[in-house]
Protein backbone atom coordinates (compact mmCIF):
# COMPACT_ATOMS: atom_id res chain seq x y z
CA UNK A 1 0.00 0.00 0.00
CA UNK A 2 2.22 2.64 1.04
CA UNK A 3 4.33 1.77 -2.64
CA UNK A 4 1.00 2.32 -4.12
CA UNK A 5 0.69 6.04 -2.29
CA UNK A 6 4.14 6.81 -3.07
CA UNK A 7 3.51 6.35 -7.03
CA UNK A 8 0.34 7.80 -7.09
CA UNK A 9 1.71 10.90 -4.98
CA UNK A 10 4.98 10.83 -7.52
CA UNK A 11 2.45 11.00 -9.81
CA UNK A 12 0.14 13.80 -8.70
CA UNK A 13 3.42 16.02 -8.11
CA UNK A 14 4.89 16.02 -11.67
CA UNK A 15 1.61 16.67 -13.31
CA UNK A 16 0.81 19.43 -10.89
CA UNK A 17 4.76 20.70 -11.54
CA UNK A 18 3.94 20.82 -15.24
CA UNK A 19 0.52 22.28 -14.86
CA UNK A 20 2.53 25.23 -12.81
CA UNK A 21 5.39 25.92 -15.45
CA UNK A 22 3.01 26.32 -18.45
CA UNK A 23 0.71 28.47 -16.54
CA UNK A 24 3.18 30.62 -15.18
CA UNK A 25 5.31 30.18 -18.46
CA UNK A 26 2.38 31.66 -20.79
CA UNK A 27 1.17 34.18 -18.15
CA UNK A 28 4.38 36.30 -17.51
CA UNK A 29 4.68 39.03 -19.51
CA UNK A 30 7.56 40.03 -21.28
CA UNK A 31 7.88 43.53 -20.08
CA UNK A 32 7.82 42.33 -16.89
CA UNK A 33 11.06 40.40 -17.88
CA UNK A 34 12.82 42.95 -19.96
CA UNK A 35 12.39 45.34 -16.67
CA UNK A 36 13.82 42.89 -14.31
CA UNK A 37 16.62 42.14 -16.72
CA UNK A 38 17.88 45.57 -16.86
CA UNK A 39 17.35 46.62 -13.21
CA UNK A 40 16.69 43.20 -11.10
CA UNK A 41 18.92 40.74 -9.50
CA UNK A 42 17.26 38.00 -11.66
CA UNK A 43 18.55 39.49 -14.61
CA UNK A 44 19.96 35.90 -15.78
CA UNK A 45 16.52 34.27 -14.94
CA UNK A 46 14.69 36.72 -17.03
CA UNK A 47 16.85 36.54 -19.74
CA UNK A 48 16.57 32.73 -20.08
CA UNK A 49 12.63 33.34 -19.93
CA UNK A 50 12.56 35.37 -22.12
CA UNK A 51 14.51 32.88 -24.83
CA UNK A 52 11.93 30.73 -23.85
CA UNK A 53 8.96 32.45 -24.65
CA UNK A 54 10.47 33.87 -27.81
CA UNK A 55 10.83 30.31 -28.78
CA UNK A 56 8.11 29.05 -26.71
CA UNK A 57 7.12 25.75 -28.77
CA UNK A 58 10.29 23.92 -27.37
CA UNK A 59 9.44 24.46 -23.42
CA UNK A 60 5.94 23.77 -23.86
CA UNK A 61 6.96 20.51 -25.98
CA UNK A 62 8.95 19.92 -22.57
CA UNK A 63 6.14 20.37 -20.20
CA UNK A 64 3.61 18.25 -22.45
CA UNK A 65 6.03 15.36 -23.14
CA UNK A 66 6.74 14.84 -19.07
CA UNK A 67 3.09 15.52 -17.95
CA UNK A 68 1.96 13.21 -21.05
CA UNK A 69 4.55 10.49 -19.45
CA UNK A 70 3.79 10.57 -15.69
CA UNK A 71 -0.05 10.75 -16.19
CA UNK A 72 0.26 8.07 -18.50
CA UNK A 73 3.03 5.78 -16.33
CA UNK A 74 1.68 6.54 -12.92
CA UNK A 75 -1.78 5.61 -13.76
CA UNK A 76 -0.55 2.15 -15.12
CA UNK A 77 1.61 0.98 -12.35
CA UNK A 78 -0.45 2.35 -9.80
CA UNK A 79 -3.64 0.58 -11.70
CA UNK A 80 -1.45 -2.68 -11.26
CA UNK A 81 -0.47 -2.05 -7.67
CA UNK A 82 -4.11 -1.47 -7.09
CA UNK A 83 -4.89 -4.52 -8.58
CA UNK A 84 -2.92 -6.65 -6.94
CA UNK A 85 -3.35 -5.05 -3.20
CA UNK A 86 -6.86 -4.53 -3.44
CA UNK A 87 -8.54 -6.97 -6.38
CA UNK A 88 -9.92 -5.89 -10.24
CA UNK A 89 -13.54 -5.20 -8.21
CA UNK A 90 -11.77 -2.02 -6.54
CA UNK A 91 -9.89 -0.76 -9.63
CA UNK A 92 -12.94 2.09 -11.07
CA UNK A 93 -13.16 2.93 -7.96
CA UNK A 94 -9.12 3.67 -7.99
CA UNK A 95 -9.28 5.04 -11.07
CA UNK A 96 -12.16 7.55 -10.15
CA UNK A 97 -10.24 8.87 -7.54
CA UNK A 98 -6.74 9.29 -8.96
CA UNK A 99 -8.35 11.08 -12.05
CA UNK A 100 -10.02 13.51 -9.69
CA UNK A 101 -6.79 13.82 -7.79
CA UNK A 102 -5.01 14.34 -10.51
CA UNK A 103 -7.73 17.23 -12.09
CA UNK A 104 -7.89 19.28 -9.04
CA UNK A 105 -4.30 18.91 -7.39
CA UNK A 106 -2.08 18.46 -10.32
CA UNK A 107 -4.15 20.50 -13.02
CA UNK A 108 -6.27 23.11 -11.61
CA UNK A 109 -4.84 24.26 -8.47
CA UNK A 110 -1.29 24.41 -10.01
CA UNK A 111 -2.75 26.35 -13.21
CA UNK A 112 -5.01 28.63 -11.02
CA UNK A 113 -1.79 29.49 -8.98
CA UNK A 114 0.46 30.24 -11.44
CA UNK A 115 -1.65 32.20 -13.88
CA UNK A 116 -2.38 34.69 -10.71
CA UNK A 117 1.12 34.73 -8.63
CA UNK A 118 3.07 34.52 -12.33
CA UNK A 119 5.15 37.55 -10.47
CA UNK A 120 6.88 35.80 -7.81
CA UNK A 121 6.82 31.88 -9.46
CA UNK A 122 8.15 32.92 -12.66
CA UNK A 123 11.63 33.08 -10.74
CA UNK A 124 11.50 29.71 -9.56
CA UNK A 125 10.73 27.76 -12.10
CA UNK A 126 13.37 28.81 -14.83
CA UNK A 127 16.24 26.56 -13.92
CA UNK A 128 14.12 23.40 -13.48
CA UNK A 129 12.34 24.23 -16.69
CA UNK A 130 15.63 24.77 -18.57
CA UNK A 131 17.04 21.56 -17.27
CA UNK A 132 13.63 19.42 -18.08
CA UNK A 133 13.68 21.11 -21.86
CA UNK A 134 17.25 19.74 -21.80
CA UNK A 135 16.66 16.36 -20.88
CA UNK A 136 14.15 15.77 -23.44
CA UNK A 137 15.53 17.66 -26.41
CA UNK A 138 15.98 14.33 -28.54
CA UNK A 139 12.43 13.87 -27.36
CA UNK A 140 10.99 16.88 -28.21
CA UNK A 141 13.01 16.92 -31.16
CA UNK A 142 11.27 13.87 -32.66
CA UNK A 143 7.88 14.88 -31.73
CA UNK A 144 8.42 18.93 -33.36
CA UNK A 145 9.83 16.74 -36.37
CA UNK A 146 6.29 14.68 -37.04
CA UNK A 147 4.54 17.52 -36.33
CA UNK A 148 6.10 19.68 -38.96
CA UNK A 149 4.43 16.77 -41.35
CA UNK A 150 1.13 17.87 -40.60
CA UNK A 151 1.56 21.70 -39.91
CA UNK A 152 4.82 22.79 -41.44
CA UNK A 153 6.81 24.93 -39.98
CA UNK A 154 4.29 27.43 -38.30
CA UNK A 155 6.19 30.70 -37.61
CA UNK A 156 5.14 32.96 -34.09
CA UNK A 157 2.50 35.77 -35.88
CA UNK A 158 3.85 39.05 -34.29
CA UNK A 159 2.09 41.20 -31.44
CA UNK A 160 -0.73 43.45 -33.58
CA UNK A 161 -1.13 46.80 -32.45
CA UNK A 162 -4.69 46.03 -32.03
CA UNK A 163 -3.77 43.27 -29.02
CA UNK A 164 -1.28 46.26 -27.63
CA UNK A 165 -4.00 48.51 -27.12
CA UNK A 166 -6.31 45.74 -25.87
CA UNK A 167 -3.72 44.88 -23.67
CA UNK A 168 -3.62 48.05 -22.26
CA UNK A 169 -7.28 48.44 -21.88
CA UNK A 170 -6.90 45.26 -19.59
CA UNK A 171 -4.38 46.84 -17.84
CA UNK A 172 -6.68 50.12 -16.86
CA UNK A 173 -9.21 48.16 -15.64
CA UNK A 174 -6.98 46.32 -13.81
CA UNK A 175 -5.71 49.07 -11.76
CA UNK A 176 -2.01 48.97 -13.45
CA UNK A 177 -2.28 52.12 -16.27
CA UNK A 178 -4.39 55.18 -15.24
CA UNK A 179 -6.85 57.01 -17.39
CA UNK A 180 -4.23 59.52 -18.55
CA UNK A 181 -1.53 57.12 -18.99
CA UNK A 182 -4.04 55.57 -21.32
CA UNK A 183 -4.97 58.07 -23.10
CA UNK A 184 -1.30 59.58 -23.85
CA UNK A 185 -0.41 55.69 -24.75
CA UNK A 186 -3.72 55.70 -27.59
CA UNK A 187 -2.26 59.40 -28.84
CA UNK A 188 0.96 57.87 -29.52
CA UNK A 189 -0.37 54.85 -31.21
CA UNK A 190 -2.64 56.97 -33.15
CA UNK A 191 0.28 60.00 -33.80
CA UNK A 192 1.39 57.22 -36.58
CA UNK A 193 -1.16 57.16 -38.78
CA UNK A 194 -1.70 61.04 -39.31
CA UNK A 195 -1.03 63.36 -41.88
CA UNK A 196 0.21 67.00 -42.19
CA UNK A 197 -3.03 68.01 -43.67
CA UNK A 198 -4.96 66.56 -40.69
CA UNK A 199 -3.11 68.93 -37.86
CA UNK A 200 -2.56 71.78 -39.89
CA UNK A 201 -4.01 74.98 -39.42
CA UNK A 202 -5.70 76.08 -42.62
CA UNK A 203 -4.66 78.76 -45.00
CA UNK A 204 -7.99 81.05 -44.15
CA UNK A 205 -7.39 81.18 -40.49
CA UNK A 206 -3.29 81.72 -40.98
CA UNK A 207 -1.98 85.31 -39.68
CA UNK A 208 1.33 86.19 -41.76
CA UNK A 209 3.48 89.45 -41.44
CA UNK A 210 3.93 91.35 -45.27
CA UNK A 211 7.23 92.46 -46.27
CA UNK A 212 5.64 95.94 -46.88
CA UNK A 213 4.12 96.69 -43.53
CA UNK A 214 5.81 98.90 -41.23
CA UNK A 215 6.62 98.16 -37.66
CA UNK A 216 3.79 99.95 -36.40
CA UNK A 217 1.70 97.67 -38.38
CA UNK A 218 3.90 94.45 -37.62
CA UNK A 219 3.25 95.21 -33.75
CA UNK A 220 -0.16 95.58 -34.23
CA UNK A 221 -0.91 92.35 -35.83
CA UNK A 222 1.28 90.74 -33.18
CA UNK A 223 -0.47 92.28 -30.51
CA UNK A 224 -4.17 90.79 -32.18
CA UNK A 225 -2.80 87.06 -32.42
CA UNK A 226 -0.45 87.03 -29.83
CA UNK A 227 1.58 84.56 -31.41
CA UNK A 228 5.28 84.74 -31.61
CA UNK A 229 6.04 83.22 -35.21
CA UNK A 230 4.76 84.75 -38.46
CA UNK A 231 5.52 83.39 -42.61
CA UNK A 232 6.32 86.81 -44.43
CA UNK A 233 4.86 87.03 -47.41
CA UNK A 234 4.80 89.86 -50.24
CA UNK A 235 1.00 89.70 -50.49
CA UNK A 236 -0.13 86.17 -50.12
CA UNK A 237 0.58 83.03 -48.60
CA UNK A 238 1.90 81.89 -52.16
CA UNK A 239 4.25 84.39 -52.31
CA UNK A 240 6.02 83.57 -48.47
CA UNK A 241 9.94 85.12 -48.34
CA UNK A 242 10.88 83.34 -44.87
CA UNK A 243 9.97 83.67 -40.93
CA UNK A 244 9.95 86.38 -38.72
CA UNK A 245 10.33 85.63 -35.18
CA UNK A 246 8.63 88.35 -32.65
CA UNK A 247 12.50 88.96 -31.33
CA UNK A 248 13.50 89.52 -34.97
CA UNK A 249 11.80 92.73 -34.83
CA UNK A 250 14.25 94.16 -32.15
CA UNK A 251 16.68 94.65 -34.85
CA UNK A 252 13.98 96.88 -35.94
CA UNK A 253 14.08 98.70 -32.77
CA UNK A 254 17.64 99.23 -32.30
CA UNK A 255 18.06 99.83 -35.87
CA UNK A 256 20.80 97.12 -37.20
CA UNK A 257 18.44 96.20 -39.66
CA UNK A 258 16.25 98.68 -42.23
CA UNK A 259 13.16 96.02 -43.55
CA UNK A 260 11.54 92.73 -42.80
CA UNK A 261 13.02 90.66 -45.22
CA UNK A 262 16.61 90.96 -44.13
CA UNK A 263 15.64 90.07 -40.72
CA UNK A 264 13.48 86.60 -42.45
CA UNK A 265 14.28 83.39 -42.00
CA UNK A 266 14.10 80.15 -43.89
CA UNK A 267 10.60 78.92 -44.00
CA UNK A 268 10.59 75.24 -45.86
CA UNK A 269 7.75 73.67 -47.57
CA UNK A 270 6.18 70.56 -46.88
CA UNK A 271 3.66 68.24 -48.37
CA UNK A 272 0.08 68.01 -47.19
CA UNK A 273 0.44 63.96 -47.39
CA UNK A 274 3.83 63.97 -45.09
CA UNK A 275 3.52 61.62 -42.45
CA UNK A 276 3.32 63.39 -38.82
CA UNK A 277 5.76 61.19 -37.24
CA UNK A 278 8.59 62.09 -40.57
CA UNK A 279 7.87 65.76 -39.87
CA UNK A 280 8.45 65.78 -36.06
CA UNK A 281 11.91 64.27 -36.65
CA UNK A 282 12.53 66.78 -39.27
CA UNK A 283 11.55 69.76 -37.48
CA UNK A 284 13.55 68.36 -34.65
CA UNK A 285 16.69 67.70 -37.17
CA UNK A 286 16.45 71.19 -38.33
CA UNK A 287 15.18 72.98 -35.14
CA UNK A 288 12.32 74.79 -37.33
CA UNK A 289 9.00 75.08 -35.35
CA UNK A 290 7.15 75.97 -38.80
CA UNK A 291 6.45 74.56 -42.12
CA UNK A 292 4.09 75.95 -44.84
CA UNK A 293 2.05 73.29 -46.26
CA UNK A 294 1.26 72.72 -50.04
CA UNK A 295 -0.89 70.92 -51.84
CA UNK A 296 -0.68 68.40 -54.49
CA UNK A 297 -0.43 71.48 -57.30
CA UNK A 298 2.32 73.26 -55.03
CA UNK A 299 -0.53 75.71 -53.80
CA UNK A 300 0.22 76.65 -50.09
CA UNK A 301 -3.11 74.74 -47.86
CA UNK A 302 -1.83 75.96 -44.93
CA UNK A 303 0.58 76.32 -42.02
CA UNK A 304 1.84 73.58 -39.44
CA UNK A 305 3.49 74.17 -36.41
CA UNK A 306 5.60 72.14 -33.98
CA UNK A 307 2.68 72.79 -30.79
CA UNK A 308 0.43 71.33 -33.46
CA UNK A 309 2.03 68.56 -33.57
CA UNK A 310 2.77 67.90 -30.09
CA UNK A 311 -0.76 68.97 -29.22
CA UNK A 312 -1.79 65.26 -31.29
CA UNK A 313 -0.17 63.41 -28.31
CA UNK A 314 -0.25 65.36 -24.97
CA UNK A 315 -3.67 67.20 -26.14
CA UNK A 316 -3.94 70.91 -26.04
CA UNK A 317 -0.91 73.11 -25.15
CA UNK A 318 -1.62 76.55 -24.03
CA UNK A 319 0.31 79.79 -22.44
CA UNK A 320 -0.65 82.79 -20.25
CA UNK A 321 -1.38 84.61 -23.82
CA UNK A 322 -3.84 81.75 -25.25
CA UNK A 323 -7.74 82.15 -24.66
CA UNK A 324 -9.07 79.26 -26.68
CA UNK A 325 -11.54 77.11 -25.10
CA UNK A 326 -11.38 73.11 -25.03
CA UNK A 327 -11.67 71.74 -28.01
CA UNK A 328 -14.66 69.70 -26.35
CA UNK A 329 -16.97 70.63 -23.83
CA UNK A 330 -19.60 68.97 -22.15
CA UNK A 331 -22.74 70.43 -22.01
CA UNK A 332 -25.04 67.65 -20.07
CA UNK A 333 -25.42 63.58 -20.55
CA UNK A 334 -23.84 62.40 -24.05
CA UNK A 335 -24.18 65.83 -25.16
CA UNK A 336 -20.75 68.03 -25.99
CA UNK A 337 -20.12 71.39 -27.65
CA UNK A 338 -17.33 70.60 -30.40
CA UNK A 339 -14.94 72.38 -31.93
CA UNK A 340 -15.81 72.94 -35.72
CA UNK A 341 -11.90 72.29 -37.33
CA UNK A 342 -11.75 69.42 -34.89
CA UNK A 343 -10.22 66.22 -36.95
CA UNK A 344 -12.85 63.67 -37.29
CA UNK A 345 -10.79 61.00 -35.82
CA UNK A 346 -9.63 62.51 -32.72
CA UNK A 347 -13.70 63.46 -32.33
CA UNK A 348 -14.54 59.43 -32.89
CA UNK A 349 -11.41 58.76 -30.39
CA UNK A 350 -12.68 61.12 -27.46
CA UNK A 351 -16.01 60.36 -27.74
CA UNK A 352 -16.23 56.98 -28.69
CA UNK A 353 -18.16 57.79 -32.46
CA UNK A 354 -17.40 55.75 -35.77
CA UNK A 355 -17.68 58.91 -38.36
CA UNK A 356 -16.17 58.93 -41.42
CA UNK A 357 -16.61 60.66 -45.24
CA UNK A 358 -14.27 60.37 -48.06
CA UNK A 359 -11.70 63.19 -48.57
CA UNK A 360 -12.80 65.01 -45.32
CA UNK A 361 -10.27 65.81 -41.77
CA UNK A 362 -12.54 67.56 -40.42
CA UNK A 363 -15.62 67.86 -38.71
CA UNK A 364 -16.61 70.97 -39.99
CA UNK A 365 -15.83 69.45 -43.46
CA UNK A 366 -17.68 66.45 -42.39
CA UNK A 367 -20.91 68.20 -41.95
CA UNK A 368 -20.53 70.13 -44.94
CA UNK A 369 -20.33 67.17 -47.58
CA UNK A 370 -23.35 65.66 -45.89
CA UNK A 371 -24.93 69.07 -46.44
CA UNK A 372 -23.77 69.03 -49.74
CA UNK A 373 -23.73 73.33 -49.19
CA UNK A 374 -22.27 75.83 -47.04
CA UNK A 375 -23.44 75.55 -43.12
CA UNK A 376 -25.80 77.82 -41.28
CA UNK A 377 -26.23 78.16 -37.84
CA UNK A 378 -29.35 75.56 -36.89
CA UNK A 379 -28.32 72.95 -39.17
CA UNK A 380 -28.50 69.84 -38.35
CA UNK A 381 -26.93 66.45 -39.67
CA UNK A 382 -27.87 63.02 -37.99
CA UNK A 383 -24.64 60.75 -38.41
CA UNK A 384 -23.93 57.54 -37.08
CA UNK A 385 -24.50 57.24 -33.46
CA UNK A 386 -25.23 61.02 -32.90
CA UNK A 387 -26.99 64.01 -33.84
CA UNK A 388 -24.50 66.97 -35.56
CA UNK A 389 -26.01 70.44 -35.01
CA UNK A 390 -24.21 74.04 -35.85
CA UNK A 391 -24.12 76.08 -33.01
CA UNK A 392 -21.69 78.96 -34.85
CA UNK A 393 -20.49 79.07 -38.05
CA UNK A 394 -17.90 81.64 -39.63
CA UNK A 395 -18.43 81.73 -43.44
CA UNK A 396 -20.34 78.85 -44.47
CA UNK A 397 -17.64 76.50 -41.94
CA UNK A 398 -18.76 75.33 -38.58
CA UNK A 399 -16.61 76.68 -35.30
CA UNK A 400 -19.24 75.04 -33.16
CA UNK A 401 -20.93 71.99 -33.52
CA UNK A 402 -23.76 70.37 -31.06
CA UNK A 403 -23.07 66.84 -30.44
CA UNK A 404 -25.91 64.81 -29.04
CA UNK A 405 -24.80 60.68 -28.68
CA UNK A 406 -27.37 58.61 -29.52
CA UNK A 407 -27.28 54.69 -30.57
CA UNK A 408 -30.46 55.04 -32.72
CA UNK A 409 -29.65 58.10 -34.67
CA UNK A 410 -28.92 57.13 -38.51
CA UNK A 411 -26.15 58.23 -41.19
CA UNK A 412 -26.65 60.78 -43.39
CA UNK A 413 -29.93 62.58 -42.80
CA UNK A 414 -30.36 65.95 -42.97
CA UNK A 415 -32.27 68.94 -41.56
CA UNK A 416 -32.26 73.09 -41.90
CA UNK A 417 -33.78 75.33 -38.91
Not at 74 to 90: K, N, P
Not at 115 to 123: I, Y
Not at 274 to 282: A, I, N, S
Not at 290 to 316: C, H, K, P, R, Y
Amino acid sequence: MTLLLIVAGFTILLSGMCSLFEATLYSTRLGTLEAEKATGRYARRADRLIAMKTNIVQPTSAILVLNTFANTAGATICGMYAVQLMGAGWMPVFSVGLTVAILFVGEILPKTYGATHWRTTWRWIVWPLALMQTVLSPIIRITQAFARCFTGDANVKPVTEDEIQADMQLGKEAGEITTSELQLLNAVFHFDDMLTRQVMVPRRDVAFLDSGWSFEKCLAAIKETRHTRFPLCEGSLDEAVGLIHVKDLLGIVDGSADTLKSLARPLRHVPETLPLTRLLREMQHTQQHMALVDDEFGTVVGVITLENIIEQIVGSVQDEFDSETPDIVPEGANVFVVRGLLPVDKVNRELGLDLYAPDVDTLSGLLVSRMNRLLKTGDQVRLRGALAEVVEEEDGRATKVRIRISEGEKDGETTQQ
